[in-house]
């Protein structure tokens, strides 16, 4: 509004008879031109202003709200002075900010329409790929996802059907494991019943050989059996999170084993020389592998030989 002001202060100092007709002519709707000579008269003005004077002229201007003023120099000390409204331009700014609000929510809500089919659209795979695997039981690891394309989803697809075959190799195994360890188990147990009756029966005849012969082999079995349970038992912990270790008496551990195993075996020599000794383990964990060894050099040493533990 300022430069437009000036503008037309400059055309106005420029003619060259003005009157009011002329001013006029050059004014826009709502500003105000005044002429002024060297000795501060008002020599010619738009229409409706009536001031004479350069002091009635600032007068004027200083009552105009909304206005601002501008004045060039014309020729032999004249003076065009202007007061342009600033309304049109604040009109115009109003509008303006207006349309930009408007399009601002209007693409906001277009942005966020587009957003939510975008987002629908990418993840109606994943919603597909979420329903599949839900259907996918503890008894069809078999199934398998369609891979599709080499993008996010394909490789996402391509390590869930990977988690899926180990998940299916290990079920097999875990069957084979369960049947071979059945099988273990059967066997011992089977024995164990059967000779405790040939055992009841030559108690019954008075023949202590037979029932010595049979209480023999329910000993054996029961070891064997003991063996494959503690075993069975490990294996069962293996995945387990292990307990924090304590700091617990090595020694006592190997008596313990020692103990056990002189029960299960009398007839092997055993001589343990253990003296007082602490570790940080797991004191259950200790006396099996204390137990494991003896058996093992009970099982591996000549009949008869004796079986030193230090």
């Not at 929510?105 to 993840?123: E, I, P």
């Not at 008596?255 to 343990?272: I, M, Q």
């Amino acid at each position: 509004a300022r430069a437009g002001a000036a503008v037309l202060a400059r055309a106005a100092a420029s003619v060259d008879e003005p009157d009011e007709i002329a001013l006029d002519r050059l004014a826009g709707l709502g500003d105000h031109v005044w002429l002024i000579d060297s000795s501060g008269a008002v020599e010619a003005a738009t229409r409706g202003d009536t001031e004479s004077t350069r002091a009635g002229v600032e007068a004027a201007i200083a009552r105009l709200p909304g206005h601002v003023m501008a004045v060039a120099p014309g020729a032999e000390g004249a003076q065009a002075v202007v007061a342009r409204s600033t309304a049109a331009l604040d009109s115009t700014l109003s509008t303006l900010r207006l349309t930009l609000i408007g399009a601002g929510l209007v693409g906001l809500a277009a942005a966020a329409l587009l957003g939510w089919v975008l987002a629908a659209r990418v993840l109606r795979p994943v919603d597909r790929m979420r329903r599949e695997v839900d259907e996918i039981s503890g008894v069809s690891l078999s199934r398998r996802l369609p891979e599709g394309p080499p993008d996010e989803l394909g490789l996402l697809a391509d390590a869930f059907n990977r988690l899926l075959a180990r998940a299916e190799a290990a079920a097999r195994e875990q069957e084979s494991f369960v049947a071979d360890a059945s099988h273990e188990l059967k066997t011992p147990i089977t024995a164990i019943e059967g000779h405790a009756r040939v055992v009841m029966r030559s108690l019954d005849r008075s023949d202590l050989p037979q029932a010595r012969e049979s209480a023999e082999i329910v000993l054996r079995e029961s070891r064997r059996l003991a063996v494959t349970l503690g075993e069975l038992l490990a294996l069962a912990e293996a995945g387990a999170i292990p307990p924090a270790p304590g700091v617990v008496r090595l020694d006592l551990a190997v008596r313990e084993a020692c103990s056990e195993f002189a029960a299960a075996a009398p007839d092997r020599p055993l001589d343990v020389r253990a003296e007082e000794t602490r570790a940080a383990a797991d004191y259950g964990r200790l006396r099996e592998l204390a137990l494991i060894l003896v058996d093992n050099a009970h099982k591996y040493s000549p009949p008869g030989a004796p079986v030193d533990v230090t």
